[in-house]
Structures are given as C-alpha cells and as structure tokens.
C-alpha cells in the first residue's frame, strides 16, 4: 500500500493509483485479485507510475518489462474494454498526438519511405518467428472459422472463400495488394488457373514467396501499391489496409479504381473498429505497427464515395479472437530454449504474448471487426452473385 501512496504522490494532480485501481476492479479486473483475469501486480511503483503518466503504452510496456501478469489476459484487456476503460488510458496518448502534430502539420508517417521502414519494423523481424506462429500456410490475417475446428483448415477456407467472393476464373489477371508471404497468391494460381501479380513492402516476405513460386504463374514484387501499373480483372488486399493511413484512403481507392478493368471486382479484407479514431493504440503504434490505423464503417464509406459500388460487406470479426489465440499458442510451444527463445528472449515473449492476447480481447469485446468488402465499379453490368 505504501507503494501505492508513493505512486499517488508521484501523479501531482492527476488520478492516483488507489482511484485507478477502484476504476480498475470497477471493470471487473481487481488488482491482486484471484481470477484468472485479475492484474498480479510484481512491481507496484513502476505499474501504477507508468499507467497513470504514459496510459496504454505504459500499461503494455510495464507488462512486457514484467511489472504485472495476467494469466488470462485476453479477458482482462476485453473486460477493460468492455467498460470503456480504454478511453481514459488513451488521454496521455492523445496529448502527445496533439503536440507532434500542431509541431509538424505537413508531416506525412504513409509516405513511400516511411511506409517501407515501418513495414520493415513488424514483418522482417525474422520468419522463423512467423513461421512457427502462423504455421505452414504462413498466412498473417484472420481465419474463416465457420467450418472449420483447427488454425490451417480455418487459413485454407478464408483463402478459397476470398477467391469464390472474387469470382476467379483460369486466365484472369489478379493483383495481390500486401501479398505477405504468398499464400493467397499461390492458393488462387494453383485452385482457380488466374495469374497473380503480388506488392509487398517487406523484403523478407517478398524473398519468401519468390522462392516458393515454382512454376505457378506468380510474380513477387517488392513495390509500394501507388507503382503499381496496368489493368487487372480482379484486384485483392488483405491486411494492408490497416498500414494505409486515413489521410491515404482516397489515395488508396484512387490507385486500385485507375488499376481495376471495368467490369472487374476488389475485395477489401481489413480489421476495422466500431468507431472513428484519429488516433491508434499507443503501444502498438510503437511496438508493433508504426503509423498503422484501423478504419471505420464510416472512413471506408466516404473513402469508396464515388470510386466504387459496394456489392457485399461481410464481418467475419468474431473469428479473429480464435486466430489469435491459435496463433499464440503455436508460439508458447514454439518458443524453445535452442530456437525461438535464444533468439528473442524472455522479453520477447513476453512482447508477443502481450500484443497476441491484447488483440484477442479487442475483438472479444466487439471493438475490433475484420470486414471482407467486395467493390466493383459503375461499369460492370454483370449482377454479382453473393457468396455468403
């Protein structure tokens, strides 16, 4: 308790630790308490002194330096949410938001160099580690889990419903806008006969899967998607949204209409948020994605305003929860002394955890979606024919 005083001291005209953790238990995640998804606090002073000046990047980066432990915390994170909990963490966060952007207006993060390095930051890391946390399908974006009870099945039936969705057939031409690491570029060359064109800003992706292609008709580009040249059937992007910026979205669809033939079809596979934020979690713009920025219904809408049609929007955001928690738990039994652990530390793991399990309460607690939107443009006469 007298570390708690200490921390109410040390945050002069601010909350205070002892109401924080009121707030706390108030959400049904008491502090020291025995569920499983109650916060186990090791270092007092430093958990209550980084959450009460630095919010949510405090609160995670006191976590990964094991200043407290959850052992279910997914549901702590959702329960935090749940009760809106993430609002008062975020203020901090908003604070340094206001003050770098009134000091650099004209500052662009989605720039072609700084969206490389950013993309660089989260997915070079090492593919070993995400060979072992993704598995063989080496696909990073949620899974389609309607019929399916294991993490490749739930891969392999998003990836087939993606193309049904795109209505491929043998000898169309489709671009793959944030291939990742190709696995639904070669999943629609090798099942659906349609040549693939795949961008990727990260070079371990792109050298990946220009590996992998054999003799499948698929070309691997390490290219920024406003490069892009040409005119494809069907154009597809999955998980790229989320790094595009809302000052780019207009860009964005501009891009993809000037590539998209007249009469062809986009699909649009993003997470999205149940609201519109000018701002992204500060942890994980720091830690995870620099400069990324998940859209609402709304952004996407006035972004698509007269560039597209929509024909169907799809939310699959329930099935994100279990993909992480899959995805989690091939790392746990992956991160072996002589391997993974060796490599990136308890720290490491502990980083990972963090943002897998915080993620899985996101969309536990419906605060985070993955929409599939299907577009076409003015030009198509053919009547579109609803997968699901």
Known sequence: ???????????????????????????????????PWAIQVRDEQRFFAEVLTRGSLGFGE????????????????RRLLAANLDRLLSVPERIRLAA???ASPLLDRHSRRQAARDVAFHYDVGNDLYRAMLGPSMVY????????????????????????????????????????????AFHAARH?????????????????????????????????????RGRFDRIVSVGMFEHVGARHYRTFFD???????????????????????????????????PGGKLPSLAQI?????????????????PDYDRTLLAWWENLRRAWKPQGLAARYGDAGLRHWRYYLLAC?????????????????????????????
């Open 255 to 289: 891009a993809t209409a000037q590539l998209l033939a007249d009469d062809g079809l986009m699909l649009l596979h993003t997470i999205g948020r149940h609201d519109s934020t000018a701002h992204t979690d500060a942890w994980i713009d720091r830690h995870v994605f």
């Open 141 to 184: 974006s949620c899974g389609y889990w309607a019929q399916a009870d294991n993490l490749d099945d739930a891969q392999r039936a998003k990836l087939d419903l993606i193309c049904r969705k795109l209505d491929l057939a043998p000898g169309q031409r489709l671009l793959d806008i944030g291939c990742g690491w190709g696995g639904l």
């Open 192 to 228: 659906y006969g349609v040549r693939v064109v795949g961008v990727t800003l990260s070079r371990a992706q792109q050298e990946h899967a220009a590996a992998e292609t054999g003799d499948l008709p698929v070309e691997i580009s390490l290219q920024d998607y406003r490069d892009v």
């Open 360 to 388: 899985a309460g996101f969309f536990r607690a419906r605060h985070g979606q993955l929409w599939q939107v299907v577009l076409c443009k003015q030009g198509r006469r053919e009547r579109y024919r609803r997968v699901v």
């Open 1 to 35: 308790m007298s570390a708690i005083r200490q921390g109410c001291r040390a945050d002069r005209g601010g909350m205070g630790a002892e109401r924080l953790a009121a707030r706390f238990a108030a959400a049904g995640v008491p502090i020291g308490g025995a569920e």
């Open 100 to 102: 770098r952007a009134a």
């Open 301 to 317: 809408g006035r972004a698509i305003e007269g560039r597209f049609i929509v024909e169907d929007w799809h939310n699959v955001g």
């Open 62 to 77: 006191s976590y990964v330096a094991g200043a407290w432990d959850a052992e279910r915390l997914d549901e702590t994170v």
